[in-house]
């Protein structure tokens, strides 16, 4: 009887993983997981902000030497009327 017993009482993976969830302490171990993730999420969210940024002011610099360009072109047009 005992064997029918022992045999019945083999540790299953799926009820174990779901066991763990309730025991005592876990939801501190939970939280403190959860405290890290968010704390390294803040950290790291800051570290591409400052390439973004140049990367913005590249762009305008680039598409105001365009603009230069349009302008110049566009002074030049009387000119060329004039002569």
Do not use: H
């Not at 309730?22 to 390439?51: H, I, T």
């Not at 762009?59 to 302008?71: H, R, T």
């Amino acid at each position: 009887m005992r064997r029918v017993i022992d045999a019945c009482l083999v540790p299953c993976p799926i009820v174990e993983s779901r066991l763990r969830r309730f025991r005592p302490g876990s939801e501190r171990r939970d939280f403190r997981s959860l405290a890290c993730v968010a704390v390294a999420l803040l950290g790291l969210s800051g570290c591409g902000y400052n390439s973004l940024q140049q990367q913005d002011e590249n762009v305008k610099a680039a598409w105001s030497e365009v603009v230069n360009q349009y302008q110049r072109r566009a002074d030049l047009i009387p000119n060329l009327v004039n002569t």
